[in-house]
């Protein structure tokens, strides 16, 4: 009796070895990851204006990543004001998934998404002061990008996308005038 209980203890822990293990993703897992700036050319409140800020990102399997991002308007675009003579401050930032088709070729091509949040507020350049009350906006932007693989640990990509926006209601600047078209340029330093 007692070596059949012992038997069948063996044979009971050796099933799970015999078993392989059921997963969404198969195979070995490569991981990467990238940081970079950006440069953006956008319109907002009907004027263009010049976006500035960085990226980063962790890569699974050459195809996908999940990055952060942010971004700030570095150049003057007017507010509709009543005071006078009065500038836009703005910035935004989110998570960022990517899909990159073909990762292993020179060029290839990418679909992206930030969805975030950001503020805006006005500035009154003469004197510097900036009026507080700022609004908050949540913020989604898809874009489409295209990347030049330049080296081993270096890709330089361009895009263009839409940034909609949700939630900015100040005298002079809506949610369509805060969103818009943006064509941008990165920097991505990393192991792709």
Do not use: W
Not at 38 to 65: C, Q, V, W
Not at 153 to 174: E, H, I, N, P, Q
Not at 175 to 184: H, I, Y
Request: hydrophobic share 45%; proline share 4%.
């Amino acid at each position: 009796m007692k070596k059949l209980f012992v038997c069948m203890v063996i044979m009971l822990m050796a099933v799970p070895g015999i078993a392989e293990q059921d997963t969404l993703i198969k195979g070995d897992a490569e991981y990467g990851g990238y940081i970079g700036p950006e440069a953006r050319y956008t319109i907002i409140n009907g004027e263009g204006g010049f976006l500035m800020g960085a990226r980063a990102g962790l890569i699974y399997n050459h195809f996908f990543s999940l990055g952060i991002a942010g971004y700030g308007l570095a150049s003057n675009v007017d507010a509709d004001s009543p005071y006078g003579d009065r500038n836009l401050m703005m910035g935004y930032y989110g998570l960022v998934p990517e899909y990159v088709f073909n990762p292993g070729r020179i060029v290839n091509v990418a679909l992206s998404a930030l969805i975030g949040g950001g503020g805006v507020r006005v500035n009154d350049p003469a004197t510097g002061n900036m009026n507080h009350n700022m609004d908050a906006f949540f913020a989604a932007e898809p874009q489409l990008s295209f990347y030049v693989n330049v080296v081993k640990y270096f890709r330089v990509g361009v895009g263009a996308g839409y940034r909609f926006t949700r939630g900015v209601d100040r005298k002079g600047l809506s949610d369509s005038e805060a969103g818009g078209f943006t064509a941008g340029l990165a920097l991505q330093f990393g192991v792709f």
